[in-house]
């Protein structure tokens, strides 16, 4: 598997971090707002791009 991996700057990291909490959790997305801002230094949003994976396959 080749994957390129890269780090955000931290208003990216905000932003996708807010995208996630709409997805799984529309229900608390103030909540989770709140949470994000002060747990901001000790989280990290890493995005991992997959180029190519090879293998077998069974048949």
């Known amino acids: 598997m080749f994957k390129e991996i890269r780090r955000k700057d931290r208003k990216l990291e905000i932003v996708e971090a807010i995208e996630v909490l709409n997805k799984y959790s529309?229900?608390?997305?103030?909540?989770?707002?709140?949470?994000?801002?002060?747990?901001?230094?000790?989280?990290?949003?890493?995005?991992?791009?997959?180029e190519h994976i090879s293998g077998k396959a069974r048949r």
């Open 26 to 50: 529309p229900d608390y997305i103030e909540k989770g707002k709140i949470y994000i801002a002060n747990a901001g230094s000790i989280t990290k949003v890493i995005r991992i791009n997959v």
